[in-house]
Nanobody, 118 residues
Framework: QVQLVESGGGLVQAGGSLRLSCAASGSPFSMNAMGWYRQAPGKQRELVARITNSGTKYRDSVKGRFTISRVGTKNTVFLQMNSLKPEDTGVYYC?????????????WGQGTQVTVSS
């Protein structure tokens, strides 16, 4: 049973920083992709940043402020968030996926709240 455990959320003032961490346990394989999504109240879940063997991808609104990283092929991913804005507020979910024999397996964390006050 694969489980993703997130940590690092909290309350911060605009302009501040937070670092999110996500560790996936129980997987015999290295994840092909790991990333972060967020969901604000009344809005759909959206991709924030993603890292694969091919590189990284960010949504436009966080480019230059957020950095996603991963230690080698370990199933641990980080999201360094700088210059936070009130619109970054939401529940941040860790996502991990791997492909095996033509099937894709997707996993989600329970979410961690990030609140940015103005």
């Amino acid at each position: 049973q694969v489980q993703l455990v997130e940590s690092g959320g909290g309350l911060v003032q605009a302009g501040g920083s937070l670092r999110l961490s996500c560790a996936a346990s129980g997987s015999p394989f290295s994840m092909n992709a790991m990333g972060w999504y967020r969901q604000a109240p009344g809005k759909q879940r959206e991709l924030v940043a993603r890292i694969t063997n091919s590189g990284t991808k960010y949504r436009d609104s966080v480019k230059g402020r957020f950095t996603i990283s991963r230690v080698g092929t370990k199933n641990t991913v980080f999201l360094q968030m700088n210059s936070l804005k009130p619109e970054d507020t939401g529940v941040y979910y860790c996502h991990a996926a791997y492909a095996l024999l033509g099937n894709e397996y997707n996993y989600w964390g329970q979410g961690t709240q990030v609140t940015v006050s103005s």
